[in-house]
């Protein structure tokens, strides 16, 4: 079970930060986490991701540089970190867990589909205000 909290109101250029406890029978560091966000009329796309250990993250273009996802395995908790926010973050936004990679000739792919996660949390709204 995932559960969400941190989101908001917030203006443009300010931050939040968005934590995922995990709790369940699984070991929470045997599994890959991520966020996805979805706004009214769209699709859920992935926004970050990160692997079992933490050593590894992965972000789509338009977050990359003012978001930071990292994870605390001894807390059983996932957090996003989001800096200069900009009203097109404004969005619900998805807690993920037991996410798959594939492995390929470049090395391991962070599965980035919504339809390939696992289990979900539910979500957290966060608005940016210009």
């Known amino acids: 079970q995932l559960q969400a909290s941190g989101g908001g109101l917030v203006q443009a250029g300010g931050s939040l930060r968005l934590s995922c406890v995990a709790s369940?029978?699984?070991?929470?560091?045997?599994?890959?986490m991520g966020w996805f966000r979805q706004s009214p009329g769209t699709e859920r796309l992935f926004v970050a991701g990160?692997?079992?250990?933490?050593?590894?993250?992965y972000y789509t273009d338009s977050v990359k540089g003012r978001f930071t996802i990292s994870r605390d395995n001894a807390k059983n908790t996932m957090s996003l970190q989001m800096n200069t926010l900009k009203p097109e973050d404004t969005a619900v936004y998805y807690c993920?867990?037991?996410?798959?990679?594939?492995?390929?000739?470049?090395?391991?792919?962070?599965?980035?589909?919504?339809?390939?996660?696992?289990?979900w949390g539910q979500g957290t709204q966060v608005t940016v205000s210009s």
């Open positions: 990160i692997n079992r250990s933490g050593s590894s993250t």
């Open positions: 993920a867990a037991d996410i798959p990679t594939h492995s390929s000739d470049y090395g391991e792919i962070f599965d980035r589909s919504a339809n390939s996660v696992g289990s």
């Open positions: 369940g029978r699984r070991t929470f560091n045997s599994y890959n």
